[in-house]
């Protein structure tokens, strides 16, 4: 892939090439959709191609977004009984983010001594770390807005539960992304020689995302609590069923953890 290399001999005609081969696989995608009689592909109209452009553009931005949302999330249904994992999680976090090598190479681009005549190799080597976190960031980006056209299911703007799995195609590249994002982050702070700093703020973030995964756990441990108690009230209310007996039963009042879905 031509962004994926350092330095491409002809970058504009290998763009072409694969933006050509990349069209031909979304053109054979749809048709072996059509063929097999999907309805989202057979029934394609106006708002079919709206939708897909619409996806295109607010998925990335939805999905991004679930990167602040979620320590926050994190915090709002935050569980004492979480306290020292978490802050064991932390430690380790924040213990492999100052012995990344990548800080290595950007503490070596911030560090000389005016004397030794390097401010031009010094700006040359941070210019050029600037560089590969934006082709970095360019391709992550690409990856995540082609994530989108060919999903057709459920609405972008859904990230909680079952309905979030719109967004399952775009993980990677919203990673990517957003990785680019705390790396530059990072290496602002440790020109401004606040890298400590910085290495305890994202150690923290990254914390409260595990803890948004504790919180998808609890969910899980809730849904069976609540499907216990169904069925429990179900045998007790009617002990007569047999095979085949059909119990209407209203779902108003009924509980519904937020991630997880108990009857779905």
Known sequence: ?????????????????????????????????RLQGESRIAELNLSTFIKIITDTILGPLVSIGTFIIRPVNAIADFNMAWLIPLAAGCIAIAYLISQSPFFDRARQAITFSPDDG?????????????????????????MLMLAYPLTLIGEV???????????VAAIIGASILWACVCTAIAFIASRYQKRQ????????????????????QQDF?????????FW?????????????????????????????LTRG
């Open 118 to 142: 390097d401010s031009n190799k010094l700006q040359s080597e941070q210019s050029r770390i600037f560089r590969e976190l934006a082709r970095w960031a360019l391709i992550g980006l690409v």
């Open 232 to 260: 429990t009230d179900v045998v007790n209310l009617c002990p007569d069923m047999t095979y085949g007996t059909v119990i209407l039963i209203e779902d108003y009042g009924l509980k519904e953890p937020k991630q997880i």
């Open 1 to 33: 892939a031509p962004l994926l290399r350092r330095s491409p001999k002809s970058l504009k005609r290998e763009l072409i090439q694969h933006s050509i081969i990349l069209s031909g696989a979304f053109i054979v995608v749809a048709i072996a959709r």
């Open 157 to 167: 703007t859904d990230i909680d539960g079952r309905a979030s799995r719109v967004h």
């Open 197 to 216: 700093l910085a290495n305890l703020g994202l150690a923290i973030y990254f914390t409260l995302l595990l803890g948004f995964g504790l919180t998808i």
């Open 221 to 229: 441990k809730t849904a069976w609590q609540y499907q216990r108690a």
